[in-house]
């Protein structure tokens, strides 16, 4: 009888083990990536495709709400000088990095140090210019001890700006405006943002990552907030496929895609339309010109190449009308924006193909010298249709086009150093107003791919950022775009809308214009 009864014991202790060895299953999303990033270094990672990993991994002193809204983040409070040129925030208490060191704010002054410092090489540095002596410290004019961000307490920065920015509370909620641990950076050098030595201060840190594969994230016990991070694990897979990522979707292998296939979307309305958001995004689809290489430095080249284009077909037709046509950059609605109106491209396409012959002709191309025109763009099946279409518009006015594909990474790499003629490119905007746009044209911006430089179009920014009158403050923006699309650095094709798929088992998405939502705001049933 004994020894039954201890059988009966062990077996019970044993269903006991393995109940709760089943709780305590970490819970975990799969979350689908545009492209592999090419850095996780918050001060080197371009906006587009590491941001939504680096917002699961850092977080400054505001961060992105669940509904895109600036709320706080490492700072719990602020204020703002009477001028608009001050910011003082105070952190919250017992703030640390994922190794258990205490964060302070000398971290906030050093990273921004290090973002503004042109050794440095950060592409999104031009984000922060408005901070006093930024773009004077990129152009090694000063020193970046200069720059305007002090710490006169451990639990206190202060922000003083060049002029007022009525957007810099959203320009901080994005990744490029986080710490960076000094400590680990001054140990490890550049190579210090890779699993076993990154050290963060987000909802989860990083424990792994296989080039191309994945990149692994574990919650970080350290985070001030960890009670309320609700999944343990996030993987994000880049796929660039977009017909191999909405299989793996319905196999059940990603929890969330962040672009559905176009070729895809009647099926998915019928058969899984509960998976599917569709909402307007702020960003741009656009060609970029290298204007200092020829024959793109010539504006008749570069306006031809525009108007030779349908928009409106390719939005309709080739991509089903799953995109708006954009005949300008900014996208309306953008912090209030009307968006700017080009009423040249209302003119029959007829009418702007005959005038594109002729601009053409008169830059010196024609039958018995064709333009040839090289487009570089990244492997997908939606952007190889684009690109096919326009090479079909452009053979309309005797334009020959070479089409050059490359996987994501590489475009990054073609469009940063500026070795391409033509190439296709986003404009996402990172905070809700038309600056997030037009600043990445302005001379010195980092961000510049086309290395266009017009100093009435700098000024007029200036000019809007400083104006306290709203409508006056838009009139000058509106001005400053009618500038940039007059020199056609670049060509807008269509405005985004976002067609992300989540899986039933996530809770908590909202859809917002800015980006989708931070792992730290959902949870699985």
Same mark, same amino acid.
């Given at each position: 009888?004994?020894?039954?009864?201890?059988?009966?014991?062990?077996?019970?202790?044993?269903?006991?083990?393995?109940?709760?060895?089943?709780?305590?299953?970490?819970?975990?999303?799969?979350?689908?990536?545009?492209?592999?990033?090419?850095?996780?270094?918050?001060?080197?990672?371009?906006?587009?495709?590491?941001?939504?990993?680096?917002?699961?991994?850092?977080?400054?002193?505001?961060?992105?709400?669940?509904?895109?809204?600036?709320?706080?983040?490492?700072?719990?409070?602020?204020?703002?000088?009477?001028?608009?040129?001050?910011?003082?925030?105070?952190?919250?208490?017992?703030?640390?990095?994922?190794?258990?060191?205490?964060?302070?704010?000398?971290?906030?002054?050093?990273?921004?140090?290090?973002?503004?410092?042109?050794?440095?090489?950060?592409?999104?540095?031009?984000?922060?210019?408005?901070?006093?002596?930024?773009?004077?410290?990129?152009?090694?004019?000063?020193?970046?001890?200069?720059?305007?961000?002090?710490? /006169?307490?451990? $639990? #206190?920065? =202060?922000?003083?700006?060049?002029?007022?920015? !009525?957007? %810099?509370?959203? &320009?901080?909620?994005?990744?490029?405006?986080?710490?960076?641990?000094?400590?680990?950076?001054?140990?490890?050098?550049?190579?210090?943002?890779?699993?076993?030595?990154?050290?963060?201060?987000?909802?989860?840190?990083?424990?792994?990552?296989?080039?191309?594969?994945?990149?692994?994230?574990?919650?970080?016990?350290?985070?001030?907030?960890?009670?309320?991070?609700?999944?343990?694990?996030?993987?994000?897979?880049?796929?660039?496929?977009?017909?191999?990522?909405?299989?793996?979707?319905?196999?059940?292998?990603?929890?969330?895609?962040?672009?559905?296939?176009?070729?895809?979307?009647?099926?998915?309305?019928?058969?899984?339309?509960?998976?599917?958001?569709?909402? /307007?995004?702020? $960003? #741009?689809? =656009?060609?970029?010109?290298?204007?200092?290489? !020829?024959? %793109?430095?010539? &504006?008749?080249?570069?306006?031809?190449?525009?108007?030779?284009?349908?928009?409106?077909?390719?939005?309709?037709?080739?991509?089903?009308?799953?995109?708006?046509?954009?005949?300008?950059?900014?996208?309306?609605?953008?912090?209030?924006?009307?968006?700017?109106?080009?009423?040249?491209?209302?003119?029959?396409?007829?009418?702007?193909?005959?005038?594109?012959?002729?601009?053409?002709?008169?830059?010196?191309?024609?039958?018995?010298?064709?333009?040839?025109?090289?487009?570089?763009?990244?492997?997908?099946?939606?952007?190889?249709?684009?690109?096919?279409?326009?090479?079909?518009?452009?053979?309309?006015?005797?334009?020959?086009?070479?089409?050059?594909?490359?996987?994501?990474?590489?475009?990054?790499?073609?469009?940063?150093?500026?070795?391409?003629?033509?190439?296709?490119?986003?404009?996402?905007?990172?905070?809700?107003?038309?600056?997030?746009?037009?600043?990445?044209?302005?001379?010195?911006?980092?961000?510049?791919?086309?290395?266009?430089?017009?100093?009435?179009?700098?000024?007029?920014?200036?000019?809007?950022?400083?104006?306290?009158?709203?409508?006056?403050?838009?009139?000058?923006?509106?001005?400053?775009?009618?500038?940039?699309?007059?020199?056609?650095?670049?060509?807008?094709?269509?405005?985004?809308?976002?067609?992300?798929?989540?899986?039933?088992?996530?809770?908590?998405?909202?859809?917002?214009?800015?980006?989708?939502?931070?792992?730290?705001?959902?949870?699985?049933?």
């Amino acid at each position: 009888m004994k020894t039954a009864i201890t059988r009966f014991l062990t077996v019970l202790s044993l269903v006991t083990l393995s109940a709760g060895l089943a709780i305590a299953e970490p819970s975990v999303i799969q979350r689908g990536a545009s492209i592999d990033p090419p850095s996780l270094d918050p001060n080197l990672g371009t906006s587009g495709p590491a941001s939504p990993v680096l917002s699961d991994l850092v977080e400054g002193l505001v961060i992105r709400g669940r509904r895109g809204e600036p709320v706080p983040g490492c700072a719990e409070s602020w204020a703002v000088s009477d001028d608009g040129l001050t910011y003082t925030f105070e952190l919250r208490a017992g703030l640390k990095w994922s190794d258990g060191t205490p964060l302070t704010a000398d971290d906030f002054v050093y990273s921004f140090r290090r973002l503004l410092d042109p050794t440095t090489g950060a592409r999104a540095a031009g984000l922060f210019f408005i901070i006093e002596g930024g773009q004077a410290i990129a152009r090694k004019e000063r020193e970046p001890d200069t720059l305007g961000v002090s710490a /006169p307490d451990p $639990a #206190t920065v =202060v922000i003083r700006l060049e002029q007022p920015a !009525p957007f %810099f509370i959203q &320009l901080l909620a994005n990744s490029q405006g986080v710490p960076v641990p000094q400590h680990v950076i001054e140990q490890h050098g550049r190579g210090w943002a890779k699993a076993g030595t990154m050290v963060s201060n987000g909802p989860y840190q990083l424990a792994e990552r296989v080039p191309q594969t994945h990149i692994k994230l574990v919650r970080n016990p350290n985070f001030y907030a960890a009670d309320d991070v609700n999944i343990d694990e996030v993987y994000w897979r880049p796929v660039q496929d977009l017909g191999a990522a909405f299989r793996q979707f319905r196999a059940g292998e990603l929890d969330t895609v962040l672009m559905a296939p176009p070729d895809e979307l009647g099926w998915i309305r019928e058969n899984m339309p509960d998976a599917l958001h569709m909402n /307007p995004i702020q $960003a #741009t689809y =656009v060609l970029v010109f290298n204007v200092a290489r !020829p024959p %793109f430095d010539d &504006l008749r080249v570069r306006r031809a190449l525009s108007l030779a284009l349908d928009r409106d077909a390719m939005a309709e037709q080739v991509l089903r009308g799953n995109v708006l046509a954009a005949p300008s950059l900014v996208t309306p609605g953008t912090g209030g924006y009307p968006g700017f109106e080009v009423n040249e491209l209302r003119r029959p396409l007829a009418a702007r193909q005959a005038e594109a012959r002729q601009l053409l002709a008169d830059a010196g191309f024609g039958a018995d010298k064709p333009l040839t025109v090289s487009v570089v763009f990244d492997t997908q099946e939606e952007n190889r249709k684009i690109m096919v279409a326009i090479a079909t518009m452009w053979r309309g006015v005797g334009v020959q086009t070479e089409l050059d594909s490359v996987e994501g990474r590489a475009l990054f790499g073609r469009l940063r150093g500026r070795d391409f003629g033509v190439a296709r490119s986003s404009v996402f905007a990172v905070f809700d107003d038309p600056y997030a746009f037009l600043q990445k044209f302005e001379s010195d911006n980092t961000d510049n791919r086309a290395g266009y430089r017009n100093t009435i179009f700098d000024s007029t920014l200036a000019r809007a950022n400083a104006e306290r009158n709203p409508a006056a403050r838009t009139q000058l923006l509106l001005d400053a775009e009618g500038l940039l699309l007059a020199d056609q650095p670049l060509v807008p094709i269509y405005w985004y809308i976002g067609k992300v798929l989540v899986a039933k088992r996530v809770k908590g998405w909202l859809d917002a214009p800015l980006g989708t939502p931070m792992t730290r705001w959902l949870s699985l049933d």
